[in-house]
């Protein structure tokens, strides 16, 4: 079985596998005293395939472990939301010619310093419900 070393960056992107032991594979050769190719399946085809021993992990055959390789779908431009929770504050800026109103809003999954001005015009569109 195979674990990463530490540091290792995510499964699926350059760098070596995941933070988890991830399946049974070939010994193809030895490299040096301690680095073994192996032969990993085309999945995982943007992983490098010479792993230090220390990453290894000797299996212990058991008739009931099934191994499953599904693919996993992921989206290519993630993307997070902020939700707004409560407005603490108004202000009123007065320019030259007119005044503009901005709220302090705290956000979800965000300390009470972290909260940031915003126009209401802008509130208003994305928080209609709020007005």
């Known amino acids: 079985m195979i ?5 290792a960056m995510r499964f699926g992107k350059k760098g070596k596998l ?4 991830i399946g049974l594979f070939e010994v193809l ?13 085309p999945a995982f085809s943007r992983d490098h395939d010479v792993l230090h ?24 431009q993630p993307s997070y939301e902020e939700k707004l929770v ?18 302090m809003v705290l956000w979800r999954n965000h300390d009470i310093e ?6 209401e015009a802008e509130m208003g569109e994305r928080y209609s419900n709020l007005f």
């Open 3 to 7: 674990a990463p070393l530490r540091g």
């Open 18 to 21: 995941i933070t988890r032991y």
């Open 29 to 41: 050769e030895r490299i040096g005293k301690a680095t073994y190719r192996l032969a990993l399946l």
């Open 53 to 76: 021993v220390s990453t290894l992990k000797k299996y212990v055959n058991d008739p009931t472990h099934v191994l499953s390789y599904d693919e996993l779908s992921l989206d290519p």
């Open 86 to 103: 409560v407005i603490l504050d108004w202000k009123d800026k007065v320019l030259t010619y007119k005044t503009i109103l901005s709220g």
């Open 114 to 119: 972290e909260a940031t001005w915003e126009m």
